[in-house]
T-cell receptor, first 116, second 114 residues
Framework: AQKITQTQPGMFVQEKEAVTLDCTYDTSDQSYGLFWYKQPSSGEMIFLIYQGSYDEQNATEGRYSLNFQKARKSANLVISASQLGDSAMYFCAMRDSSGATNKLIFGTGTLLAVQP | DTGVSQDPRHKITKRGQNVTFRCDPISEHNRLYWYRQTLGQGPEFLTYFQNEAQLEKSRLLSDRFSAERPKGSFSTLEIQRTEQGDSAMYLC????????????FGPGTRLTVT
């Protein structure tokens, strides 16, 4: 069965510093997709970044980058130059490719607090 | 292009009452998902629609839950005879065909059963 593990319940970072949020995954599929979402206190899940299993380069989107280490089955999110508005829950997710739905399987999340 | 919208944003109901939530996906998206998120957890899949067809239901979706997507546009999720354990955030997401199938989420409906 596919599984996402996020071992950091909470993280602190100083404003303007970089922070890495950990994510490991478990799957027996060769083709899969990994996502990171941000959930502010308002509740909406905001899509941040995607990494496909066959992508040769790590994904980047502005201040977000994904450190993809396939052999270790890790897909860590790196946020550079943290801002106060980055304070939120962050979820790592995997696309379930066992059926045709492409539903997402989420980890338990990491609460990031950016300190001034 | 508006995002995914959900209504209501908050619902407080007494145990045993029925509730209905609505989701309006991004207009060109033919794939629609419902998830449930309890405190301290990530969202869990409930059900999936492709156009108007409900193609998958999670075992989390008991007989008291029903979802529809008439004409492949908006979707409704109904919970009958609510229980305190139904208290959660109900999230709707939509996506279109594509390489990544990223899902775009609405703001959610927070249900409190008293």
């Amino acid at each position: 069965a596919q599984k996402i593990t996020q071992t950091q319940p909470g993280m602190f970072v100083q404003e303007k510093e970089a922070v890495t949020l950990d994510c490991t995954y478990d799957t027996s599929d060769q083709s899969y997709g990994l996502f990171w979402y941000k959930q502010p206190s308002s509740g909406e899940m905001i899509f941040l970044i995607y990494q496909g299993s066959y992508d040769e380069q790590n994904a980047t989107e502005g201040r977000y980058s994904l450190n993809f280490q396939k052999a270790r089955k890790s897909a860590n999110l790196v946020i550079s130059a943290s801002q106060l508005g980055d304070s939120a829950m962050y979820f790592c997710a995997m696309r379930d490719s066992s059926g045709a739905t492409n539903k997402l399987i989420f980890g338990t999340g990491t609460l990031l607090a950016v300190q001034p | 292009d508006t995002g995914v919208s959900q209504d209501p944003r908050h619902k407080i109901t007494k145990r045993g009452q029925n509730v209905t939530f609505r989701c309006d996906p991004i207009s060109e998206h033919n794939r629609l998902y419902w998830y449930r998120q309890t405190l301290g957890q990530g969202p869990e899949f409930l059900t999936y629609f492709q156009n108007e067809a409900q193609l998958e239901k999670s075992r989390l979706l008991s007989d008291r839950f029903s979802a529809e997507r008439p004409k492949g546009s908006f979707s409704t999720l109904e919970i009958q005879r609510t229980e305190q354990g139904d208290s959660a955030m109900y999230l709707c997401a939509s996506s279109s065909w594509g390489e990544t199938y990223e899902q775009y989420f609405g703001p959610g409906t927070r249900l409190t059963v008293t």
